[in-house]
């Protein structure tokens, strides 16, 4: 059945849901919030406590992604002592971890891998913040999330906090079939969506939409495959059988949207209690992968209000507490369609940073039950350029040349060139920080000199698309 019958069959009973929906999460955010601050009252007297007895203020996972560089460098500047931690699970261990490379950084640890063992990897973090007592606990990665939401109540034992949204909230907004759901509730716009979850229902969903279009796996964290899924556009039935059948092994059902065209566009906003305490929209023109990956290049915008709107009432329906970044994609009539909500840092932050809201350090001082720095606006036109990930768009972009998302040769080299005269911020840059910058510009020219051997086929290109770097 298609989610638009779905929806049809649910009318009569959507709002009654709905308001179930709301008043569930928004109960367990209440009472989570209310657990949080009754167990960790920070102050500032209790942070240099902290470093008295050799603790940290925060420990942040994921080091290797760039969003946890840009919250490291905020947490630094405001003087908090900070420790990172990693386990090359989505990235190279042979290759430097950028934010181990900051100065802001105190301590830089390893973990075992949460994709081989995500219980020894949730011991490993609570052992660390048992034998150093740091007041915030900050992952940014899907998988690291699902592995430490089970030791929520362990590590607040240990009066330290997992600076994520409560577990009801999580566990929708994980899932985007369940997002969608709730979003069809409240009567916002999405893609014309359909769910598999069988190989054999596939001709059934061939049927439906035409080529191209988007095969999404419903959770983008694989615990049996231990790998990020991210969406792929299909444009033959030999391709959708691939795709599917790897999301079907990962244990995702599979989301078909149709394709749409238009700017991709996202607002980031930050809640506490129910209340937006900032928000900062922005368009992204580049992604690596070129479908559902990082964004390479964006600029921040004024807020749409067709999607703020739509953002803010998803986000505080499903319950969501601290920061999420909502996303939609125009279509070609230019309407705003709903791709997903993520419930936690993006890689689109640094341009939030650069446009004046920090929001890192927002995250901080609301887990610390510190008074929160309320957002006073943003610079809109800022442009922020991840140039590694730009490079690696342009090498892919000259393999797949005729595929949605993608132009000439020609265009995409003249694209990428100018934008060296029109963008001035640059991911992992800070002149009072050049360790990272340093570092990944030697690892960008030694991708480049590797790059003429790697393999292009079809068979290369979907196995790289189906994962994130």
Known sequence: ????????????????????????????????????????TQTRASVTQTRASGGYDILVLDASY?????????????????????????????????????????????????????????????????????????????????????RREQLAELECVLALA??????????????????????????????????????????????????????????????????????????????????????????????????????????ADGEILANCAHVAYRTSPALGGASVMRESIPIPQDIYAASVRLATTIGIQGVCEVEFRRDANNRALLMEINPRLAGTIYNAVYSGVDFPLMIWQWAAGLPIDRSQGYRTGVRTRWLHGDLRWLRDNQRRVGRPD??????????????????????????????????ELRTTAAAIRKSRSRPSSLKYRIRRELRVD
């Open 1 to 40: 059945m298609t989610h638009n019958a779905r929806r049809t069959a649910g009318l009569n009973s959507g709002d009654e849901e709905v308001a179930a929906i709301a008043q569930k999460v928004r109960a367990e955010a209440r009472a989570s919030v209310t657990q949080t601050r009754a167990s960790v």
């Open 66 to 150: 760039k969003q946890t560089l840009v919250s490291v460098r905020s947490f630094g500047r405001a003087g908090l002592r900070v420790a990172l931690g990693e386990c090359f699970v989505e990235c190279d261990p042979a290759l430097p971890v950028l934010a181990f490379r900051s100065r802001h950084s105190a301590r830089n640890v390893v973990l075992p891998s949460y994709a081989a063992d995500p219980s020894a990897f949730a011991d490993a973090v609570v052992e660390f913040v048992r034998k150093h007592p740091t007041r915030v606990v900050l992952p940014t990665g899907d998988g690291v999330i699902g592995a430490l939401m089970p």
């Open 166 to 271: 409560p577990d009801a909230a999580l566990k929708i907004a994980l899932d985007k079939d369940r997002t969608l759901e709730v979003a069809r509730k409240l009567g916002i716009d999405q893609p014309r969506t359909m769910r598999i979850d069988s190989i054999d229902d596939l001709p059934s969903m061939l049927a439906e939409f035409e080529f191209p279009f988007v095969l999404k796996p419903t959770i983008s964290w694989s615990e049996q495959l231990g790998d990020r899924l991210v969406p792929v556009e299909v444009i033959n039935e030999r391709e959708a059988i691939d795709v599917t059948q790897r999301f079907l092994t990962g244990g995702m059902g599979v989301l078909g949207q149709e394709w749409a065209c238009g700017r991709r566009e996202g607002v980031t906003l930050f809640i």
């Open 406 to 439: 993608s132009m000439s040769r020609a265009r995409a080299l003249w694209t990428f060139t100018s934008e060296f005269v029109r963008t001035r911020h640059h991911d992992c840059f800070d002149w009072r920080d050049l360790g990272p910058v340093i570092t």
